[in-house]
């Protein structure tokens, strides 16, 4: 600890002098409110600090006192369910305690100190651990089972180990290292800033199901894997983002509120106890981790919520979990930097941005990943990371929009046009990409149908002509078009509206499993085959393009998981419908 | 007895660097004297160990370097309440300016405020009706929301803000209520407007007006909102009144800040507006909302004109990325005359489906308002199509969606200044509308709904 003092405050940005030896990134107390702030840059005598609270009434003179330890975050059981603020200060608990409004200078450690946990040995005396091995289990919610592991770095055997009630504080096991014994609490720290170890990481190759029609079959994201979202105001980022953080099949959500509403965090909280997980059946909230800095709440802390949050994720990572990490959004997180950057007279690259901006962004997408975690037993844990991002103006060409294209694998694009129909998940499929399409085709040939990838193809086929159709209708009208013409566009209407739209808002419809996305797909390109065999045969397009069945097709989407086998009853009425007696099977529909 | 300094050095635009100052605070409000004795305010924007930079937020002219006096107050800039501030002016400063009697402060409260925490927030869910269909049944506005009206010179958003001002009200309640309304930078013509309307329906007793014209300072600006912001809290969580936010014009705000910017020198984001614009705005419009336990409620109508009707501008595009929606204003619809000019297509209320349904208005609304919505951009759609082909080239189904689009600007849309139409009325004409469609295109409602509501419209 050494103490300096501050010689000049230009909002967010502090300058001190006088401290003995500081390091970059040290966290420091400001001014006698004891303020959090970390120092970004060093000249000489000189530490810049940027503060996470807000600087009113500081003044030259202040004393600063750098602790000389990295900003850090508590890891230990407790965390799932919590709210934090941008530096892990528990909101829940400071609303307890000091009131409506957030108030500066407040210390609350992030895990409760008071809390006793039932600890279970995995491991006995005498036993040699390495890091990461699980020396005991803590049920830490109803869903979560937390792995209490050894802490990186330390390797030795078990001296002692009980089972019983412990707060996190509290020794639960003692490892005799090569230096010394070591004590092993539930509660262990980890500088923000720094990726979290593991053995090995390997390229993802598993759907993360989100749920969402448009994202599973089209443009899948994978455990372990990254994607962006980006769009104009009102296109639905956020809905997009909540719907995935409730319907993922991820078994941990960290959902990283950064720079944005304060009344969205608040839906969260208020909806997430009331949600039920459909995987486990139980309160979605069981299994989310809340990072709150909302637009609002001091700038510099904004710019630490999203390393917090990736923390918190790689922590349940190393346990063995599937863990997404959500962060809305990181175009407020780019601000943030810009805004510290301005401060400290930086030279500017784009649009004012840091010339690091890039870089920066990249470094932390990077700490997504499917990995070994460390430990004997070779577990595996995954840390997917969707980001959305607010162009300004919906101008994807802006710098923050473009260091994120050049990471990321996955691109939903949304757009406004669409969200003004009402079409929602409002993402364009045609300029929208996946880079795990061509890995996670097995897997679905394995988990779904062997036929689901060409269905796809199909369909995605069929929406591609559309375009070029509507361009031509545009021009001399519908009127124009060949029959097979119009059979593309009606059956390209059908699956933008029976397949691709979806209600975040509608019981039945918020969700679609996989096997019922297969076969609503699958529905709607048989009644696009049949139709055709029939066009060809003759049959006038206006007929088919009013066969009642079609009604049915439309409202497909909203039949129960519990009733798909009404499936099998709409294909086979498709054939009643529109196929006359003569009923030859035509040869593309196998598995029909 | 406050320290007094008369070491200014420069004074450039709003800015008054002053040399030699100890003890000084940043964001502390000072007082400076001006050579004529007349005192204005300002606060401190950067502060190093003798150096101090001050904004003046009154105009600089008559201030030199020699003479100029300079007092650290070493507080921040409060405004002082009471429950007497009802029904009071005050000018963008928080000074009285109506000849009233001076206000004993119940309080003073600094205006900056401290950020709500997320937690202690309740969600917005009481359905506020206006009496206006564009908005009560597409773009429905809840207690503790942030709506922005954008608009465009020469639109008639002055007439809208007032009319939402004069009908707003919930459903089935009687809670004490109160507007409050911050002018920044419109001209007397515009604020005389609003002080003749909220006089003329005694609205008046129930309001508290902060007006900073045109020709006032553009700094003072900075402060207004703020004002009117600290006094909304405590009337709503305080006094647990329901506070009406009305903040005109939000552009004129905005470039008050560029105008510091640009005098400090930073390095400027979009437009020559300051990288920090989205974090200043979060600071005003964050400051609507609920908190739990807390009876009051704060819902802002920001209005902003956008230049030249630009949404991608950075002011409407800031804003509109931390409102909870916006009520977009249309040229076209205002030159045919259609008042409300509301362009509900890409007008957004992101707290609806909260706001509305079973036991909030009816349990049609929802897919109701969906399905209107699909129908007029697919028939805005045709109409666009038939300027270019002509009419006859359009499908029959089509030629019904023109159909329905016309009739719904012209009997959806349109309506009165002083017409205050229920919900239940702005629901019937929708589905009184959506008759004009044939059945099948109705996917967006459920057929129960088709039959309860369209038999009853067409029965009537």
Known sequence: ??????????????????????????????????????????????????????????????????????????????????????????????????????????????????????????????????????????????????????????????????????????????????????????????????????????????????????????????????????????????????????????????????????????????????????????????????????????????????????????????????????????????????????????????????????????????????????????????????????????????????????????????????????????????????????????????????????????????????????????????????????????????IREDFLQQNAFDDADAFTSLRKQFLLLRLIISFHRWAQDELEKGKDIQELIAAPIREDIARAKFIPEDQLHRFDDLEKRIREEIVPVRAEVPSENRGT | MLKEYLTVKEIVGPLILVEGVEGARYNELVEVEFPDGSVGLGNVLEVEENLVLLQSFEATSGLNVSQTRVRFTGKSLELPVSRDILGRVFDGLGRPMDKGPRIIPDKRLDINGNPINPYARDYPTDFIQTGISAIDGLNPLVRGQKLPIFSGSGLPHSRLAAQIARQSGVLGSEEEFAVIFAAMGITFEEADFFIQEFRSTAAIERAVLFINLADDPAIERIATPRMALTAAEYLAFELDMHVLVILIDMTYYCEALREISAARKEVPGRRGYPGYLYTDLATIYERAGRIKEAKGSITQIPVLTMPDDDKTHPIPDLTGYITEGQIILSRDLNRRGIYPPVDVLPSLSRLKEKGIGEGKTREDHSPLSNQLFSAYARGKEARELSVILGEAALSEVDKLYVRFSDQFEDRFIRQGEYEDRPIEETLTIGWELLGLLPRAELKRVKEEQIKKYMQRGEAD
């Open chain 1, 1 to 494: 600890m050494s103490e300096g003092r501050i010689v000049k405050v230009s909002g967010p940005l502090v300058v001190a002098r006088g401290l003995a030896n500081p390091k970059m990134y040290d966290l420091v107390k400001v001014g006698e409110n004891l303020l959090m702030g970390e120092i970004i840059e060093l000249r000489g005598d000189f530490a810049s600090i940027q503060v996470y609270e807000e600087t009113s009434g500081l003044g030259p003179g202040d004393q600063v006192i750098d602790t000389g330890q990295p900003l850090s975050v508590e890891l230990g059981p407790g965390l799932l369910s919590s709210i934090y603020d941008g530096v892990q200060r528990p909101l829940d608990v400071i609303r307890d305690k000091y009131g409506n409004y957030v108030t500066r200078g407040v210390e609350e450690p992030g895990l409760d100190r008071a809390r006793r946990w039932h600890f279970v040995p995995k491991v006995k005396k005498g036993d040699r651990v390495v890091a990461g091995d699980i020396l005991g289990e803590v049920e830490e919610t109803t869903v979560i089972t937390h792995r209490v592991m050894v802490p990186p770095g330390m390797e030795g055997t078990v001296l002692q180990i009980q089972e019983g009630e412990f707060t996190v504080e509290e020794e639960v096991a003692v490892i005799s290292t090569s230096s010394g014994e070591r004590p092993v609490t539930m509660l262990q720290r980890w500088p923000v800033r720094k990726a979290r170890p593991y053995i090995e990481k390997w390229a993802p190759h598993q759907p993360l199901v989100t749920g969402q029609r448009i994202v599973d079959t089209f443009f899948p994201i994978a455990k372990g894997g990254t994607a962006c979202v980006p769009g104009p105001f009102g296109s639905g980022k956020t809905v997009l983002q909540h719907a995935i953080a409730k319907w993922a099949d991820s078994q941990v959500v960290v959902f990283v509120g950064c720079g944005e509403r304060g009344n969205e965090m608040t839906d969260v909280l208020l909806e997430f106890p009331e949600l039920t997980d459909p995987y486990s059946g139980e309160p979605l909230l069981k299994r989310t981790i809340l990072v709150a800095n909302t637009s609002n709440m001091p700038v510099a802390a904004r710019e630490a919520s999203v390393y917090t949050g990736i923390t918190l994720a790689e922590y349940y990572r190393d346990m063995g979990y599937n863990v997404t990490l959500q962060a809305d959004s990181t175009s407020r997180w780019a601000e943030a930097l810009r805004e510290i950057s301005g401060r400290l007279e930086e030279m500017p690259g784009e649009e004012g941005y840091p010339a690091y901006l890039g870089t920066r962004l990249a470094a932390f997408y990077e700490r997504s990943g499917k990995v070994i975690c460390l430990g004997s037993d070779n577990r595996e844990g995954s840390v997917s990371v969707i980001g959305s991002v607010s162009p300004p103006g919906g101008d994807l060409s802006e710098p923050v929009t473009q260091a994120t294209l050049r990471v990321v694998k996955v691109f939903w694009g949304l757009e406004d046009r669409l969200a003004f129909a009402r079409h929602f998940p409002a993402i364009n499929w045609l300029n929208s990409y996946s880079l795990y399409l061509d890995k996670t085709e097995d897997y679905w040939r394995d988990e779904v149908d062997p036929v689901f990838p060409d269905l796809r193809k199909e369909a995605m086929a069929i929406l591609q002509r559309e375009a070029e159709l509507l361009e031509i209708a545009r021009l001399v009208g519908v009127e124009a078009l060949s029959p097979q013409e119009r059979l593309i566009m009606e059956s390209a209407k059908s």
